[in-house]
Every structure is written in structure tokens, then in C-alpha cells.
């Protein structure tokens, strides 16, 4: 499943889906641990397709579009973490969301 787990953290999710402490695991209870651990993680890709989708299919987004589509508070964080887009088609006040999503998930030193 791609989970590589120690004793302490194995232990932990045992105490989620094996509550009574049978040493069981019924079916229900890891479909409920696994839904909820997956939705509760985005990754990088995610989160640059959902910044695409949001700069209208562009590689950059401008902050106008960010202070359209966002709550203020994320817009504004997002605005003061983002380096400027360097790219032929970018237009003035580009922001590079691809950096900002690596970095968020730290796949990059931004």
C-alpha cells in the first residue's frame, strides 16, 4: 500500500481501526481508516491542477485572479509566498504557483 510504518505509528493506527483491542481489523473499520487518511492529504499535483484551474488553464496566476477565487486570508498568504512567474507567456505581475505548490509539500526550496 505504500505505507512504511514503525511500531509507534502502527501502534496508533491499531488504536483506530481496532478500538476493542481484538487484534482484528474488520473490513469497515480499514475502509473508514483509509478514506479518511487519504482524503485528508492533497499532494502537490492536486494542488497545482487546482491553481491551473483557477489561472484558467495558464502556468501563472496574477494576484487579481487569486483575490477573486480565494477566501482573503489564503488569497494574501498565497500572494506574499509566490515568486514572481519567469516565462515568455506570463504577463506583468505573474505568480509561479507551481514553486509555491513544490514547496508546500517539500519538493522544493522555496
Known sequence: MGYDLGEVEFARIMTLVDSNNTGVVTFQAFIDFMTRETAETDTAEQVMASFKILASDKNYIT?????????????????SRMTRYIGADGST????YISFSSALYGESDL
Open 63 to 79: 494576484v487579481d485572479e487569486l483575490r477573486r477565487e480565494l477566501p482573503p486570508d489564503q488569497a494574501e498568504y498565497c500572494i
Open 93 to 96: 505581475g505573474a505568480l509561479d
